[in-house]
């Protein structure tokens, strides 16, 4: 079994990649800066036993995804885990980073996703995971860039799973809450709603088991996110969450 992760040097990526190579898969760890990713893959290596391959993709050159795509070989399946969060003042007013936040989080995995769901398909094989985010379940004014481009990710995600069903593909979209991560250093989390990327990644792992659609992680996020949904927009658009 070989394991795409594209955006390898996250928090979540890396725990992934260490509950997946312990169940038995290789991997190919796709990222932009693989050099920072060269003892990490001898740990995998050394730790499982596994077959770990290193790949460059910078997510933002979109004319090279299909090259990138055609150089793997066969995979069995695909987490993406890459994503890029910038400070929401930032982003409403910089176009370079509003451009860099939609093209990371949804266009350029859409166009990679586009070309393994074909072949999955063609097969009748496979399994896709993105992870989203919980901020794509409603538009908020802290941070609707970054969340309207998880939004987008969500639904091509529920779209995909819908045109995969009858050929045994299964997508995942996983939708974190908090997550303790590189991303997140700088916020003040809450300490009962912020997961650690290594239970996020059992997460991911036991849904690819149980055959899930979507989760949440932590599971309180779904309850949240239920609430925050079904509040009247003539309500929510006087809020400040």
């Known amino acids: 079994m070989r394991l795409l992760i594209v955006g390898a040097n996250s928090d979540i990526a890396k ?4 509950v997946f190579a312990e169940n038995g898969f290789d991997l190919i760890l796709a990222n932009r ?7 990490f893959k001898k ?6 036993n596994k077959k770990v391959d290193l790949v460059e993709l910078d997510l933002l050159e979109l004319s090279k995804i299909d090259d990138f795509y055609h150089g793997l070989g ?4 695909v987490i993406i885990a890459s994503g890029i969060m910038y400070e929401q ?5 910089d176009n370079q980073k509003t451009l860099e936040t939609i093209n990371i989080n949804y266009t350029s995995v859409v166009l990679l996703l586009n070309l393994i769901a074909r072949s999955f398909a063609k097969r009748k094989y496979g399994f896709i995971v993105g992870i989203s985010s919980v901020a794509g379940d409603r538009g908020r004014k802290t941070n609707f860039i970054y969340g309207s ?4 990710f969500s639904t091509y995600l529920s779209g995909l799973r819908n045109y995969l069903f ?3 593909v299964q997508v995942l979209t996983v939708k974190p809450g908090f997550v303790d991560t590189k991303m997140t250093a700088n916020l003040d989390l809450p300490s009962n709603l912020t997961a650690q990327p290594n239970e996020v990644a059992q997460d991911i792992f036991n849904a690819y088991k149980n055959k899930k659609d979507i989760i949440y992680s932590k599971s309180i996020w779904k309850i949240i996110m239920l609430i925050i949904r079904h509040i009247p927009e003539f309500i929510f658009k006087r809020l400040s969450i």
């Open 74 to 77: 066969e995979i069995d399946g």
């Open 89 to 93: 003042s930032e982003a409403f007013i």
């Open 33 to 39: 800066d693989i050099d920072g990713l060269k003892d």
């Open 15 to 18: 725990e992934s990649a260490k």
């Open 166 to 168: 009858d050929m045994n």
């Open 149 to 152: 481009s998880k939004a987008g």
């Open 43 to 48: 740990d995998i290596q050394l730790r499982y």
